[in-house]
């Protein structure tokens, strides 16, 4: 089991929404101290768990910023390189498209105030984000949110969704203030921009090109 979850504040009205990290913190109190770790700034905080995963750590943090992940992107053989890889590339979005196997990935930057939260190709381990009066709380287990105190309306578009596909379409969730991140994306935050949304891989851009079957099912296979 991994989670990767936090609650981070993109403007200067002081800290009055750090009671998130306080519900956080009880959350991942929880887990055993040793699997935790637990990242603190000026902005809010960052929390991750991961119990007995690839045996490879999945933390990395410096003055400049911390980056961590769950599950594993398969650039090498080694987690805790690609993490590296990621953390330290000149470029997110073509080190992502290398990746060939399924993680969460999240990278906050302490000198320029941004947060950056990845998904796999597949999207296979999504983040879910809320926005706050004043800030983000983010999580890859949908569970969590239910544990703080905000409230959550639920979706019935989203709801009706699953009863009858079985798993909600584009961004929803079961509550229509909590969003689910695409397969392949890049969510970027911070005060200056607010959200940007990035696709490093597109599976419908992929659809519409006019190939061969042999080389489509190559295409595939790499991706």
Known sequence: MAVIAGYIQFNELGKTEFHYINQLA?????????????FDCDNGAIFHYDFDAYQQASWLQTESQIATLIGHPLLSSSRSDDLKAMANTAS?????????G????????????????????LGLKPF??????HGLLFSTNLGLFKQLSV???????????LAVLGYPLLDHTPYKNIKCSYP?????????????????????????QNREVTDAIEGVTQA
């Open 26 to 38: 009880d959350v991942f109190n929880r887990y055993k101290k040793a699997d935790v770790q637990r």
């Open 92 to 100: 997110l979005n073509t080190c992502l498209q290398q990746c060939e």
């Open 102 to 121: 399924v993680f969460s990935f999240c990278q906050f930057n302490s000198q320029l105030g941004s947060l950056v939260l990845a998904t796999d190709p």
């Open 128 to 133: 879910y984000t809320l926005k706050t009066a």
């Open 151 to 161: 409230e959550l309306e639920s979706d019935a578009e989203a709801l009706t969704e």
């Open 184 to 208: 392949g994306e890049i969510l970027r935050f911070d005060a200056s921009h607010g959200v940007v949304k990035q696709r490093y891989f597109d599976w419908v851009a992929l659809a519409k």
